[in-house]
């Protein structure tokens, strides 16, 4: 089923040097951009890391340190990405909780001043576990009824993940509305404030800690009563992006 689209969608893949959305780095991205009008753009681009990658990750990806020696770092290309992506919504398997993050992470780190917050995203790894619990290996061969060929390269999972989206569209009419705002809503876990999931909006649209001591306390009200844990996340192994939403409510806080 041709999806319904009122602005473009990006599905997007990365491959990265480990699993850690604090500290890994993206060694490969490939994107897919879909238009309203069924055009299609790809793009494909090696990174440069500008750290080791392990070799437990090369075991899944394929890619090793000498294969992106002489690729553009992240901050070389943020800018241009960030063009790519300006004004999409964006789509991916399992990117929720990891792609998206770890992009959000990258462009940080770049200076790239791009507000991701305002896309919708439609994880279609979310909408398969929820109605067939499988991998995009086995997702691709149940909707789609191919094989997935070069499997963990960023380029067949992005059009793997795309194609797959359409055909549970297809499969599941009653279910799923072809709207990309309700895809995102219907794919979504919760309602995360940062990506990561420090953070989450509670069921009255206030936002609480989703971790530690003081989950499900509001954090408005966590920064009242023990200012020092401001501090304490800043400082410690959190996301830049847990960090950055964690500063805005507390400005905003502070203002009233």
């Excluded at 990265?16 to 490969?28: A, F, K, L, P, Q």
């Excluded at 063009?83 to 990117?95: A, K, P």
């Amino acid at each position: 089923m041709k999806l319904n689209l009122k602005n473009p969608i990006v599905f997007f893949d990365l491959e990265t040097t480990g699993t850690n959305i604090n500290s890994d780095r993206i060694v490969e991205i490939c994107y897919l951009k879909v238009y309203p009008n069924g055009n299609e753009e790809s793009k494909t681009m090696r990174i440069n890391p500008e750290m080791h990658i392990p070799e437990a990750s090369t075991a899944v990806h394929g890619i090793h340190d000498e294969d992106v020696a002489d690729c553009p770092r992240f901050k070389d290309v943020a800018a241009s990405i960030a063009r790519d992506i300006e004004g999409c919504d964006l789509g991916g398997f399992n990117s929720n909780r990891f792609d998206i993050p770890v992009l959000a992470e990258e462009f940080l780190r770049a200076g790239v001043d791009i507000d991701l917050n305002r896309r919708k995203f439609v994880d279609v790894q979310v909408i398969y576990h929820k109605l067939e619990q499988r991998t995009l290996s086995a997702a691709y061969k149940f909707y789609c009824h191919k094989n997935l060929e070069d499997a963990h390269t960023a380029e067949a999972d992005t059009r793997a993940t795309y194609e797959v989206l359409q055909a549970q569209l297809d499969r599941y009419p009653d279910v799923l509305k072809n709207d990309i705002s309700f895809l995102a809503d219907y794919s979504s876990f919760n309602r995360n404030v940062d990506f990561a999931g420090r953070m989450v909006y509670d069921d009255k649209g206030v936002e609480v800690f989703n971790f530690g001591k003081y989950k499900g306390v509001p954090v408005a009200e966590v920064l009242r009563k023990d200012p020092g844990y401001y501090s304490w996340i800043l400082q410690g192994d959190f996301t830049l992006n847990t960090k950055q939403m964690l500063t805005r409510i507390r400005i905003r806080e502070a203002s009233k």
